[in-house]
DNA sequence: CTCCTATCCTGCGAGC
DNA sequence: TGCTCGCAGGATAGGA
C-alpha cells in the first residue's frame, strides 16, 4: 500500500499531532510480532521520554525521543491512527489492531495491519545497520541525478521498471509510482536498465519527483487501505495515468493502456507514449 | 555480483 | 447465495 507520498503524508500528520512533544506513557502490544518479533521490553524502556520528532527515510517513519529511537514501516496494510480524547474515548480495539502508544494529554497512536508485513522496531546501531543501512538515495533529495540513476544502472540488464523499485537504486518508489514516472518520461517498463540512455536517466529522475511530490501533494494514494492518521483518504488514486488502467484509453494518445508481470508485479504501460 | 521465485498474511472482487 | 481462485501498495531469503 503505502509507498514514499502514502508515508510522507502519514508522517506530515504525525509531526502536526504531535508537535507539542507530549510523554509517551506506555506501549501497549496485542500480539507479539509483525513481520519480525517486535523487542516489546526495549521499546517499553522509552515510556516516560518525551517524542521529539517524527521523520521519514524510505518508505521507514522514525519516531525520535528523548531516550532513543523506534522505527514503524506500514508494510502493504499497515495505519497509523490518531485517537484523542474527543473523537473515540475508549474505542474497542479493532481486530487488526496490533499496538497503541498512549501519551500525556489524553492522546493514543493505534497501529492496524490486517497483512501484518510492517515492521516495528527499536531503532539502534544494530538494527540500523539491518533496516537502514543499505538503502539507497532519497528521491527527492539533491543526491539522487539522471549521473546517480545512470551510474547504479550500469550492468543491471532486469527490466528498468524493476530496477527503479530496487531499494537499493532507490528508496519509495513502489509499484504504482514506478509504472506512472514511466509512462510520464516515455519509457518502457521493459526495457532493461542499462539500456536507458543519460538523457533518459535525467527525464526518469525528473518525472519521479515530480510525481512523487504531485502525489504528496494530493494526499497519496488510497486503493483500499491507505489511510491518513484521522482516517481520511488520499486523492491521487483518480490522477493515475496508466497504473491500474489496462484496458483503458490512454488519455494522451488514445493508444489502449496495457499490462504484464515484471519482476512478479502488475506493470502497467502506454504503447503509444512509450517506447 | 545479479537475477528470479517463493514466501510471509488477510481481504476482497471476479467468476462460476 | 456461496464457494474458490487470484491478486493486492513491500521486502527478503535462498538458489541458480
Known sequence: MPELPEVE?????????????????????????????????QLKKLEGARLLNVQRRAKYLIFE????SFLSHLGMTGVWRVETK??????ELGIHDHIRICFAGSVRLT????????????????????????LGPEPLGLEFTGASLWASLRGRTVAIKVAIMDQKIVV???????SEALFLAGIKPQTKAHKVSREK?????????????????AGGSTISDFAHTNGRSGDFQNHFKVYARDGKKCLVCDAVI???????????WCPGCQR
Open 9 to 41: 503524508v502519514v508522517k506530515n500528520n504525525l509531526q502536526e499531532n504531535f508537535k507539542d512533544q507530549p510523554k509517551i506513557l506506555s506501549f501497549e502490544f496485542f500480539r507479539s510480532d509483525l513481520r519480525d518479533p517486535m523487542p516489546q521490553a
Open 172 to 178: 519509495g518508489v513502489g509499484n504504482i509510482y514506478a
Open 201 to 217: 536517466c535525467d527525464l526518469l529522475v525528473e518525472k519521479i519527483k515530480q510525481v512523487l511530490k504531485q502525489a504528496i501533494q
Open 111 to 134: 497501529y492496524n495491519d490486517p497483512r501484518r508485513f510492517g515492521v516495528f522496531d527499536i531503532l539502534t546501531d544494530k538494527t540500523r545497520q539491518k533496516r537502514l543501512a543499505h
Open 258 to 268: 496495457k499490462s504484464a508481470v515484471l519482476g512478479g508485479r502488475s506493470t502497467f
Open 65 to 68: 525521543t528523548e531516550k532513543g
Open 86 to 91: 474527543g473523537v473515540p474515548p475508549d474505542q
